[in-house]
């Protein structure tokens, strides 16, 4: 390097094509993508108490930039490639602004907005200085550097040779100061020449083996959504750590070999695991990157940012992560050489307008505190400036320290947080802070993160859905209210056949006599196996009126499936307009016509038998199971009661409109679309088996039927978008079953009608929570429990989860349904009768993720298994692979959702065998 050293005045540098370092490159491009802004502009604003010399400072000013070519330097295009520009020589004259008479925050706004100037880069000059007099002896001097040419390190260098400088003008003597060998422009011309080849490759793979497949945003819980395109508007949040805390984490940190930064840093992540419910976090961390000691004396950019990432285990101690944390950390600094911006272009990330690549947050300790110093007779300190309303990260934590203490510094964007989310993190570190050098044994998902008190009152907000609604009702009943409330309106129809609420009534009273006569009585399971006609609906009223429980069929599914759920649930009745299908069932078939008139009674030889349950069944329903074979729900009348009751005023059906049901009798979903019409004397319009999956033909029928209502998964819903089909003004579309993306919402909106997002697993009866979805920036929540309901979101050790914090979500109240048919263990796993400090009841465990918004409304992140949703139904990754490893060449399989033609995804299996098997063979 020493070959590219010369002497500070040569004037033929002006002249010079001189390159640019990594890092000012990287910061040129983005001047170049996003223009000028003033997100890289560093800010020092200091207070200078005492008699001043303005004409020193100035000339002290002017030394200090004829000392660093930096401070002369500006970035030309040629050929659309950046050069450095280095003049011979540049004067600045200090600006001095009277700000006598403002107060503190006046003055402190007043600062940044003259620190918010953005500067030009092919232009310069890239410092700026301000003296701001508030009397004759107390001046605040703001300096403001482009980040191209500065950075922290700097920061503290352009102080120590300003104040020698100037007491070296004051008093009349030369300053005393190290000599510079090198220049900044010699480090990015040996930067260029060193990092090549061998060195850069042996970087290069470190780096690319550590972030390989790192995830590529973390997630934090956002008060909006993520706009296309970073707007880098940001907050500023404080946390002050009391000088014990600070004591104690030292303690620890020496006890356990490391430092405080390794302490901070690993806690933070656990903070991050907590909030996002991710635990792959990578956090970027800025270094000095002054590798050599002619370089220390130097202002210029040399920091870089490394990306730390730790892959968190739950189970994990705090002492266990901290180790390895110690470990990874030293490891990475060792390799800190590397320049980010080679890094991002190896690795080549996708590259996002909307969030920086490799990592969005930022996490930095700057633990050479602010000496308060004395320049020449005057007493130097910081000055307050306005906070920061620049954010270059989603979030960037700067721990300083300060006297005995630490300040942490939690800037964040605006455009996706609010200052009280983040405040929230911010208790919530200090905690996590507190609990660990308390104990540093417990495992890290253990450690409370918000004053149980608080959270328990939260919790009761958020929860206040009671309804005095009268469960004792029975279904039956409910379901005839429409033919009290609309006994001549429409209450069904398919293709041409239509039924009004009366006659619906009649045919249903019709069927149950002749049902019980086949033996259908309380408690009994009785499948119903209809093709998509009024008979389905027929024969669940029919069940209904024997107080017997349903068993819905989908004639579309495969026999083998259709044959195990009827066995499974003991079923001795089956209603069927398709006898010849059934020619092999065991029990009684009552065959019916597509109204559901009985045709016949066949006689068989399995009893009917009834159902196990501590209160009336309504119905049993089968989804997927990950051992290999589904599993029957058992659903109370009173769980089914308290839904549709819920559903009627929220999202609310009227008498008179009409349903679109688009849904297989088999999806617990089927229920809203039929019996909530009949509960209000409204209408449901089947859509006939052909139109289901067809969206011109969906389209059609809700032009030609006055459609209001429709509900469906978000695959039917693009299905039906594709067709050109757009919802009006005065139409409620519900839209449940998988997660509802933003895009989808937006659309279904687009032409006013109203959008519902629903919630809920079958094993709490249909949906849980329901949120009408408003336009603007606000996340996409499946909102507040229904009626009667409880939410709680869990996390480890059955602690409730403070908002925003990830967890499982646990269901209680009336929905919750009696559990599995005969599978007692798994009834013990997902279910708990009661939980410790909740006093909840009964609840069930839905192994989704989700945490609480501040509003109280609640959002889904995934799942904690490896269950699937593929158009609404319902996948548990283990059946599937049970089933194939079933068969004997198969040793291990996968099961997933992959893209298949078209984008629309699909199941695929990936399976590893022991010879060779024909794909056809695990059909
Ligand atoms: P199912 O039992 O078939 O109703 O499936 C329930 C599961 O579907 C839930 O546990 C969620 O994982 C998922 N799910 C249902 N509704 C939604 C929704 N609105 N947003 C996101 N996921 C949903
Ligand atoms: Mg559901």
Known sequence: MDDHARSTELPTREEFDLPLSFAQQRLWFLDQLEG???????????????????????????????????????????????????????????????????????????????????????????LRAWLFRQ????????????????????????????????????????????????????????????????????????????????????????????????????????LAITP??????????????????????????????????????????????????????????????LALRSHLEREESFSALLARVRRQTLEDFAHQDLPFEKLVEALKPVRELSYSPLFQVLFSLQNTPWEAEEMAGLEVSPASIDASSQAKFDLTVSVNAYNEALWCSFEYNTDLFDEATVARWAEAYAMLLNAIVEDTSKSIVEYPLA???????????????????????????????????????????????????????????????ALARAGAREQVVVAIACTRSIAMLTAMLGVQRCAAVWLPLDPDFPQARLDFMVADSGAGLLITDDPDRWSDYPGALCVVDDLGRPQSIQAGSLRP??????????????????????????VPESAVVNFLLSMAERPGLAAGERLLAVTTPSFDIAVLELLLPLCVGAAVVLAPAECVADGEALATLFAAECIDVMQA??????????????????????????????ALADELRAGGAALWNLYGPTETTVWSTVEKVTGGPATISVGQPIANTQVYVLAEGNQIAPVGVAGEVCIAGSGVSCGYHERPELNSERFADDIPGLAAGRIYRTGDIGRWRADGKLELLGRQDSQLKLRGYRIEAGEVESLLTSHPA?????????????????????????????PSALR
């Open 36 to 126: 000028a802004g003033s997100a890289y502009n560093i800010r020092l604003p200091v207070r200078l108490c005492g008699p001043l010399d303005k004409d020193c400072l100035e000339r002290a000013l002017n030394d200090l930039i004829a000392r660093h070519e930096t401070l002369r330097t500006r970035f030309v295009s040629q050929q659309g490639e950046p050069q450095q520009r280095i003049s011979a020589s540049l004067r600045l004259s200090l600006a001095v602004r009277d700000v006598a008479g403002l107060s503190n925050s006046e003055l402190s706004q007043a600062l940044a907005e003259a620190a918010a100037k953005p500067f030009c880069l092919s232009r310069g000059p890239l």
């Open 135 to 238: 009397n004759a002896d107390e001046h605040v001097l703001l300096l403001v550097a482009h980040h191209i040419i500065s950075d922290a390190w700097s920061s503290g260098v352009l102080f120590r040779d300003l104040a020698e400088l100037y007491a070296g003008h004051v008093e009349s003597r030369p300053a005393v100061l190290p000599e510079l060998a090198v220049q900044y422009a010699d480090f990015a011309v040996w930067q260029r020449e060193w990092l090549q080849g061998e060195a850069l490759e042996q970087q290069l793979s470190y780096w690319r083996e550590r972030l390989s497949g790192a995830p590529p945003l973390l997630t934090l819980p956002a008060d909006r959504r993520r706009p296309a395109r970073q707007s880098f508007r940001g907050g500023r949040w404080g």
């Open 244 to 305: 014990e805390l600070t004591q104690a984490m030292n303690s620890l940190a020496r006890a356990e070999s490391c430092t405080i930064f390794m302490v901070l840093l690993a806690a933070f992540k656990i903070l991050l695991m907590r909030l996002s419910g991710q635990s792959d976090i990578v956090v970027g961390t800025p270094v000095a990157g002054r590798p050599r000691a002619e370089l220390e004396d130097l202002v210029g950019f040399f920091a870089n940012t």
């Open 451 to 513: 004053e149980p008190a608080a959270v328990k009152q939260q919790l009761r907000d958020f929860n206040a859905s009671a309804r005095p609604f009268d469960l004792d009702e029975p279904l039956a009943d409910l379901c005839q209210r429409g033919a009290v409330l609309n006994p001549d309106g429409l209450a069904v129809r398919c293709r041409t056949q239509s039924l009004t609420h009366t006659e619906l009534h009649k045919l249903a009273a019709q069927l149950a006599i």
């Open 609 to 634: 038998r009834a159902m196990d349950a501590p209160t009336p069944l309504a119905y049993l329903i089968y989804t997927s199971g990950s051992t290999g074979q589904p599993k029957g729900v058992k």
């Open 713 to 742: 998964t978000p695959a039917t819903w693009r299905v039906l978008l594709a067709s050109g089909w757009r919802g009006t003004s005065g139409q409620r579309l519900l839209c449940g079953g998988e997660p509802l993306v933003p």
């Open 890 to 918: 198969v040793t291990a399989a996968a099961v997933g959702l992959w893209p298949g033609p078209g984008g629309e995804p699909g199941l695929a299996a990936w399976v590893v065998t022991s010879q060779e098997v024909q």
